[in-house]
């Protein structure tokens, strides 16, 4: 195993391969396998091993439909609290999988084996599990950490440029709340190429995921710290509900540069340091101007889930490495931009 975090003793992560690790941290009991038809196919040998539930895939499919659909059948399989789930897929897959386990027969154990590098630096860390309610992301879920993720590098190589790139947003997102080194390595490294490096990609995970690791261990229900992980959220929510022609990572992307510029014209971040964020973006592939209309992206932004009475709580970089989280009224965020 080559590295292992754990987040109120827990989760543990391990950051290494899967047949190194799996056997070492399943329990000894009935393990039922929740996936998709795409990592079915992908990986034959580690889903049909087990029992197994195939959901489709893409982002409708995350939601209470398909979860009821898992329930009826696990009730026709006989599942039983003594059985583990392990959900094997990128952040769809493990937030079904991690609701479901959450909620049948009140709970039962899980964990997972994340195969996207957004689910492997975020999606599949922190005990969130949660499905879509119309367009709105994630409104029902739980916070209920699984025994353990694995997350394992070289299941990377099947994804295409545009997954990972996504992925690479959240790691972005990562250094600047609290990583300023390693948001200078993916700035001396950001090509194409670097997602072909096993080494170098093991390395940028591993620094990801301890920042996510070490904010959720200090405030795992998002009363203060934890919040900082919204950081580019509010206005990428927002433009993924405006349009559906960007993904999470780069609807995230076009976030993080609006908040940084945004913060460099209110004196609260430097010009430099907003444009070492917005180049960074671009090196990687990202669109940094919205996609939609901002008065799309903002009339989104009224109906935020994490509004309270006509507060946001906006996530602001000071610097590369230090965020902070300013309450304000609707009407100040909008005056921003």
């Known amino acids: 195993m080559d590295s292992c975090i754990t987040i109120r003793e827990q989760t543990r992560l391990y950051i290494g ?75 769809i897959v493990t937030d079904v999988a991690g609701f479901v386990a959450a909620t049948y027969m009140r709970g039962l154990d899980f964990g997972f084996i994340s195969t996207t590098l957004l689910g492997q630096v975020d999606a599949s860390i922190g005990g969130k599990n949660g499905v879509n309610v119309a367009d709105y992301k994630n409104m029902v879920g739980t916070i209920v950490h699984p025994r353990f993720v694995i997350s394992d590098v070289e299941m990377l190589r099947t994804l295409p440029m545009r997954e990972l790139r996504a992925g690479m947003a959240e790691v972005v997102k990562s250094a600047i709340i609290g990583d300023a080194e390693l948001f200078d390595y993916i700035d001396s490294c950001a090509t194409d190429e670097l997602y072909h490096s096993t080494e170098q990609m093991q390395s940028i995970v591993l620094r990801a995921v301890r920042v996510k690791a070490s904010i959720v261990e200090a405030d795992e229900r998002e009363a203060g710290l934890r919040r900082l992980l919204n950081l580019g959220h509010t206005i990428g929510h927002a433009v993924e509900k405006s349009t559906r022609e960007v993904n999470h990572g780069e609807a995230v992307a076009m976030g993080l540069a609006m908040v940084a510029k945004a913060a460099a014209k209110g004196g609260m971040l430097s010009s430099y340091e907003a444009q070492r964020i917005e180049s960074l973006l671009c090196r990687l592939g990202f669109a940094t101007e919205p996609s939609v209309p901002l008065s799309a992206i903002m009339r989104a932004v009224r109906h935020d889930k994490k509004r309270e009475d006509n507060l946001l709580r906006v996530v602001i970089p000071e610097a590369i490495g230090r965020c902070v989280v300013r309450k304000m009224p609707i009407e100040d965020f909008e005056r921003l931009f």
């Open 17 to 91: 391969r899967v047949g190194d690790i799996i056997e070492q941290v399943l329990p000894k009991c009935r393990v039922v396998v929740i996936t998709d038809a795409n990592i079915d196919r992908l990986y034959p040998d580690l889903v049909r091993r087990y029992e197994h539930i195939i959901i489709g895939g893409g982002e409708a499919n995350k939601s209470l439909a398909t979860v009821a659909t898992i329930y009826d059948r696990l009730m026709a399989m006989g599942v039983d609290r003594a059985t583990f789930i392990l959900g094997i897929g990128g952040g």
